[in-house]
């Protein structure tokens, strides 16, 4: 199997991954998790197509899934610092339990979506001189 083909793999599983998490937001925070819904959709979204048109040796779809995977990198880390940061404060100010549950949750899924995107760019990062001679 060539190395397109593994990577276009990836960006749909790190699509199906966004759109998981995003929908899992959503019901563990509800109407609070409406921007990693956003995120998880719009990702989600753009990891699939890149990796269907990296699939039929598009070059554009790995650049697609390479530049998604560096912008949700930075946008992730940005968002689970903020998260971070604000659960620190409620555990300082001993909240309800509840809003600390949420706001963990909250920092969990992020950090997770930061990590499976922090991967996808390394991969795609680490394996492009192959890609860009398979594709056109």
């Known amino acids: ?17 966004m759109l998981g998490c995003g ?9 609070q998790a409406r921007t990693a819904l956003i995120t998880g959709i719009a ?30 990198t930075l946008l992730l880390g940005w968002r689970s610092g903020t998260y971070f940061i604000r659960l620190l404060e409620m555990v300082q100010e001993a909240p309800e339990p509840n809003s600390t549950q949420t706001a963990g949750m909250a920092f969990l899924l992020t950090t997770a979506m930061l990590v499976v995107a922090l ?10 001189k192959q890609v860009f001679a398979e594709t056109k």
């Not at 779809?61 to 560096?70: D, K, Y």
């Open 43 to 72: 990702g989600g979204l753009l990891a699939l197509v890149a990796g269907h048109f990296l699939n039929r040796r598009q070059r554009w779809g790995f650049l697609l899934g390479t530049a998604e995977a560096g912008l949700l």
């Open 23 to 31: 929908a899992v937001a959503v019901d563990v925070a509800g109407e």
């Open 119 to 128: 991967l996808t760019l390394a991969v795609s990062v680490m394996f492009a």
């Open 1 to 17: 199997m060539t190395i397109h083909k593994q990577i276009s793999y990836l960006y749909a599983f790190f699509g199906v991954f």
